[in-house]
């Protein structure tokens, strides 16, 4: 029999506890528990339910949650979480959660800052929360018991079911996605001739790396691509998931770093095919087209030059922020912030079209690679010569495109005897390189999904 008195001293101990908590850390407290009727709150869809959101929320907040417990009674399944950052930010956070999440209205996430009150959804200019079942006020339908538990169990049923087909479709997309951008790199680094880049035949310019080194970077940084669209396949604002994606991206370095034992094959890609990825995954989670793919990308990195703002401050600096300095060369990043329209607009047309000429994965890669060293700002390129190489590159890129590249009458034997070139003079195009696996993984990813 359920004992009322005995709830009631639970919750009051859970108050204490929370407060004893608050007063500890210094710290916000966050108080999550599933909205449950009747006086089981124990229930299995119960505990699923706090299960869930709690892991996501976890996930979220990740380094910042610097205690948690958890409550397992009469009260139901509660979560405790003590997190470093300002209470504000924090209810904001968990409103958006509460408003836009499959699970969002099935579970109460209270928030309370340092001094121990609670935040209220008013605080920050949101209505009360609505009724599971019919939109009303849910206090109102509450204390009218206008709805049955079974009426109310029964939706938080169906919420449950639709959280779980979402991500076993998620994972879905996530798998192929991943599968995808691993075929893409290895095309990429397959490609020959190369014009001194890496492939099966050659090291090109590079004595620290081959094809087989670019085979175990490619394997172990998927994981991390797989990462990227799982939070951006989610309820989380682009801009948001394109800030928490850039951290996986950190962190992706690190795994291709030791596969390679300290070799860098793939740092460029991470940047350029994660932010692909990213925006990919969040037009198929809103059922976009293909070709909402572009504004959704240069939307988001609108402000992808702000890297370089504090660019005089630092000690230390990448290539990229070198030549920026230098040059006020933008490389890679400036082509982001156009919305990769040398791709869009441009190699992925090159690349279709060859296709379709002979169905030739190798020559349509290599008349892609071609295509884009006549056009690209190769900070690869500048980074192992100078301006002036550069220059020399685009110029022979481009009017050996001109007269037809890999398919003109000496097409490939002019590829051959330009890569035996800049194999003397350690010439890599590394950042066309980059664009051909972006370019290769959006053809792929148009032909399966759109």
């Given amino acids: 029999m359920f004992d009322l008195n005995k709830f009631l001293e639970l919750r009051e101990q859970r108050v204490e506890l929370q407060n004893s908590l608050i007063k500890k850390y210094s710290l916000p407290l966050v108080a999550i528990r599933t909205n449950y009727p009747g006086e089981d709150k124990l229930e299995p869809l119960s505990l699923s339910i706090v299960d869930t959101v709690a892991e996501e929320i976890e996930e979220y907040f990740s380094e910042k949650i610097i205690h948690k417990e958890i409550l397992k009674n009469l009260e139901g399944k509660i979560y405790l979480f003590l997190i470093d950052e300002k209470a504000e930010n924090i209810k904001k956070s968990t409103i958006f959660f509460e408003e836009n999440h499959i699970l969002g209205r099935c579970v109460d996430i209270d928030v309370y800052d340092t001094n121990g009150n609670g935040l209220s959804r008013s605080q920050f200019g949101y209505d009360k929360r609505k009724c599971l079942i019919c939109?009303?006020?849910?206090?109102?339908?509450?204390?009218?018991?206008?709805?049955?538990?079974?009426?109310?169990k029964n939706v938080l049923m169906e919420?449950?079911?639709?959280?779980?087909?979402?991500?076993?479709?998620?994972?879905?997309?996530?798998?192929?996605?991943?599968?995808?951008a691993l075929e893409a790199m290895i095309f990429e680094a397959a490609t020959s001739p190369?014009?001194?880049?890496?492939?099966?035949?050659?090291?090109?310019?590079?004595?620290?790396?081959?094809?087989?080194?670019?085979?175990?970077?490619?394997?172990?940084?998927?994981?991390?691509?797989?990462?990227?669209?799982?939070?951006?396949?989610?309820?989380?604002?682009?801009?948001?998931?394109?800030?928490?994606t850039r951290k996986i991206g950190i962190e992706t370095e690190k795994v291709m770093f030791e596969a390679t034992?300290?070799?860098?094959?793939?740092?460029?890609?991470?940047?350029?095919?994660?932010?692909?990825?990213?925006?990919?995954?969040?037009?198929?989670?809103?059922?976009?087209?293909?070709?909402?793919?572009?504004?959704?990308?240069?939307?988001?990195?609108?402000?992808?030059?702000?890297?370089?703002?504090?660019?005089?401050?630092?000690?230390?600096?990448?290539?990229?922020?070198?030549?920026?300095?230098?040059?006020?060369?933008?490389?890679?990043?400036?082509?982001?912030?156009?919305?990769?329209?040398?791709?869009f607009n441009g190699s992925l047309n090159v690349f279709e079209d060859s296709i379709?000429?002979?169905?030739?994965?190798?020559?349509?890669?290599?008349?892609?690679?071609?295509?884009?060293?006549?056009?690209?700002?190769?900070?690869?390129?500048?980074?192992?010569?100078?301006?002036?190489?550069?220059?020399?590159?685009?110029?022979e890129a481009e009017e050996f495109f001109a007269a037809g590249g890999v398919y003109s009458k000496l097409g490939r034997q002019t590829a051959e005897n330009m890569e035996k070139a800049y194999i003397k003079d350690k010439i890599s195009p590394g950042g066309s390189a980059d664009l051909l696996a972006v370019t290769i993984f959006l053809y792929k990813l148009k032909k399966f999904f759109f």
């Fill in 135 to 152: 939109d009303d006020n849910a206090f109102i339908c509450g204390r009218a018991m206008k709805h049955s538990h079974q009426e109310i």
């Fill in 159 to 180: 919420k449950y079911i639709q959280y779980n087909n979402y991500i076993s479709k998620r994972e879905k997309i996530i798998k192929k996605l991943g599968d995808t």
């Fill in 194 to 244: 190369s014009f001194g880049l890496v492939s099966p035949l050659t090291q090109g310019s590079h004595n620290d790396m081959d094809f087989f080194t670019f085979l175990k970077s490619s394997f172990a940084i998927k994981e991390g691509f797989e990462k990227m669209a799982r939070i951006s396949y989610s309820y989380l604002t682009l801009e948001e998931a394109f800030l928490i």
């Fill in 261 to 343: 034992e300290n070799v860098n094959t793939h740092k460029g890609m991470i940047f350029l095919l994660g932010i692909v990825i990213v925006t990919a995954a969040r037009a198929l989670y809103e059922e976009a087209s293909f070709n909402d793919i572009q504004p959704m990308l240069k939307n988001m990195c609108k402000d992808i030059l702000k890297d370089f703002e504090n660019i005089k401050n630092k000690t230390e600096l990448t290539h990229g922020e070198k030549l920026y300095k230098n040059y006020g060369f933008t490389g890679v990043r400036g082509e982001v912030k156009e919305g990769l329209d040398i791709i």
């Fill in 356 to 395: 379709k000429k002979n169905n030739d994965i190798n020559l349509a890669s290599l008349q892609t690679l071609i295509f884009l060293m006549g056009k690209v700002m190769d900070s690869t390129i500048v980074h192992r010569h100078d301006i002036h190489m550069l220059r020399r590159v685009k110029r």
